[in-house]
């Protein structure tokens, strides 16, 4: 059964930091690129970060550029988003989905599997 299950989101404070994981399933993960979005309430789901299948082309939201970095290990089916100097606009769910390829404009549409999303929160 194909899945995507992200972990890692938390209840921080701003500048702080966490790295969220996205393991995948059920697929032969090294074929699709995997991006980030997320979903703050009463807003529409956004684009954060993109990664392509061998790990070669990224590309970022530019209200996450220098402070999220996107990776992955093929080995291990996963992509990870490091996430520093954390805001209070960066609160949200954010969820791992896949697609073809990894574009600046991280189309929603064109994205499938997606998973089912891990809450960050950034509060004092």
């Known amino acids: 059964q194909l899945q995507l299950v992200e972990t890692g989101g938390d209840s921080v404070q701003p500048g702080g930091s966490l790295n969220l994981s996205c393991a995948a399933s059920?697929?032969?993960?090294?074929?699709?690129?995997i991006g980030w979005f997320r979903q703050a309430p009463g807003k529409e789901r956004e684009g954060v970060s993109c990664?392509?299948?061998?790990?070669?082309?990224?590309n970022y939201a530019d209200s996450v550029k220098g402070r999220f970095t996107i990776s992955r290990d093929n080995a291990k089916n996963t992509v990870y988003l490091q996430m520093s100097s954390l805001k209070p606009e960066d609160t949200a769910v954010y969820y791992c989905?896949?697609?073809?390829?990894?574009?600046?404009?991280?189309?929603?549409?064109?994205?499938?599997?997606w998973g089912q999303g891990t809450q960050v929160t950034v509060s004092s």
């Open positions: 059920g697929f032969t993960f090294d074929y699709y690129t």
């Open positions: 989905a896949a697609t073809s390829f990894c574009t600046a404009k991280l189309p929603l549409d064109e994205y499938k599997y």
């Open positions: 990664i392509s299948r061998s790990g070669r082309t990224t």
